[in-house]
């Protein structure tokens, strides 16, 4: 699909790459030949495996940790950046946290914690790495959202909320950086097997079969997936796409909850 190692002599920031849907865009874009900074917060053990799975394709790659809810952190980090490889030029937004809670439980501290690290935190970073971008001609941000920005997924208030401000920020950054050369848009993720859903309080198994077979396609999401668009994003093919959020999903968000028997007949013969 693109030329074999067509990223080659870019830097790619890949927040959250430790595990999930992270690690799957840090591979990808390394695999088309990109140069990766793997930033984790907590799980440093876990950033370093990834470290060596890229190393291992010849790629310069380090490892930087941040607490995306402190500022003064993330400032540390792009600094180490820099030093490191002079800039970024790919800046990928995977990064979140946030716990479950419903509205009228979400206090003020959660609010500020979703908002801070989800959605705060890809500012700071397009405010410092932009310029970089800019000064060579060519830049790509990818933000991660998810259906909860725009649907109402359960106990998912704070975090949605903060997904629908990335959607936004992702329009008007892209409006503001695409006479730059830089490109902004959004991939929304359907629902992938990753430690984010242990948090959710439910049979994780049981909802993840559920899904799969509500899924037009009748299968999850992969960070695979998602790493595929992420690079596709950052390919000249791309380029025209701007401001834009990509579902990847198989589907599932087309689909409506008020006509289950009709949805029986969207079944395929294989299915019957
Ligand atoms: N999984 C899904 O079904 C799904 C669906 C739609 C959208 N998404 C979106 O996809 C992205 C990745 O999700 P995932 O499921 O792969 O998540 P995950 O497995 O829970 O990984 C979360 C990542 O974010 C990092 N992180 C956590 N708290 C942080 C903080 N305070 N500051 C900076 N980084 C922090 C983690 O670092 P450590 O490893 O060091 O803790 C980890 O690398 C998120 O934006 C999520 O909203 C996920």
């Not at 490889?85 to 970024?88: D, N, Q, R, Y």
């Not at 579902?247 to 008020?258: C, H, K, Q, R, S």
């Given at each position: 699909m693109f030329a074999k190692n067509f990223l080659h002599g870019k830097v790619a920031l890949v927040t959250g790459?430790?595990?999930?849907i992270g690690r799957g865009i840090a591979l990808a874009l390394a695999e088309a030949g990109a140069d990766i900074a793997v930033h984790y917060a907590r799980k440093g053990n876990k950033a370093r495996d990834v470290v060596k799975e890229i190393e291992a394709m010849g790629r310069r790659v380090i490892v930087v940790k941040a607490n995306f809810a402190e500022k003064e952190k993330i400032d540390a980090m792009l600094d180490e950046i820099e030093k490191a490889?002079?800039?970024?030029d790919i800046f990928v937004a995977n990064a979140a946290s946030g716990g479950f809670r419903s509205m009228l439980e979400t206090s003020d501290k959660h609010w500020d914690w979703a908002m801070d690290v989800n959605a705060r935190s890809i500012l700071h970073i397009a405010q410092r790495v932009a310029p970089h971008m800019h000064g060579r001609g060519w830049g790509r941000i990818v933000t991660v959202t998810s259906l909860g920005a725009v649907r109402v997924v359960p106990n998912y208030g704070a975090v949605g909320l903060s997904k629908s401000v990335v959607e936004s920020l992702t329009r008007y950054l892209a409006a503001e950086l695409a006479p730059k050369g830089i490109i902004v848009n959004a991939i929304s993720p359907g629902l992938v097997n990753t430690d984010a859903l242990a948090n959710m309080n439910m049979d994780i198994s049981s909802a993840l079969e559920q899904v799969r077979q509500r899924n037009p396609t009748r299968r999850l999401v992969t960070p695979q997936d998602i790493g595929r668009v992420a690079t596709f994003l950052c390919s000249a093919a791309a380029?025209?796409?701007?401001g834009q959020t990509i579902?990847?999903?198989?589907?599932?968000?087309?689909?409506?909850?008020?006509f289950p028997e009709l949805e029986n007949t969207l079944q395929t013969e294989e299915d019957s």
């Open positions: 790459a430790s595990r999930g490889f002079g800039g970024v380029e025209m796409i701007v579902y990847v999903d198989g589907g599932f968000n087309i689909l409506t909850e008020y």
